[in-house]
């Protein structure tokens, strides 16, 4: 199955490409939504919540997210992903929260 669709948004594909790549994330009683997208920077955040929250294999499965997306979509740049809500600084005056945790390749 292919990331483009035509008229379909970024962010739509992304959620997509989650859902149909990483399944055992709801399976284990976790979710993963797509925070914000800036298109310009090519930058995405993604938030593991739920059961991924204090999980130990979310590490990996953040690693795993990061190193797909990017070779998946030529659009992005950076992908961050943390577990739990946070906010991300975008020039609004939201600045990452201590409890993201990004992983590096």
Request: charged letters at 25%.
């Amino acid at each position: 199955m292919s990331t483009t669709s035509p008229g379909e948004s970024l962010e739509a594909r992304i959620e997509r490409f989650v859902m149909r790549n990483f399944p055992q994330i709801q399976l284990h009683g976790g979710d993963a939504g797509v925070d914000a997208v800036d298109e310009e920077t090519g930058e995405v955040w993604i938030s593991l919540t739920g059961a991924c929250s204090g999980c130990g294999i979310s590490p990996m499965t953040i690693q795993a997210l990061k190193r797909r997306m990017l070779a998946e979509f030529d659009e992005l740049s950076e992908v961050h992903a943390g577990t739990g809500m946070w906010a991300h600084d975008r020039g609004d005056g939201g600045s990452d929260d201590e409890t993201f945790s990004d992983v590096p390749f």
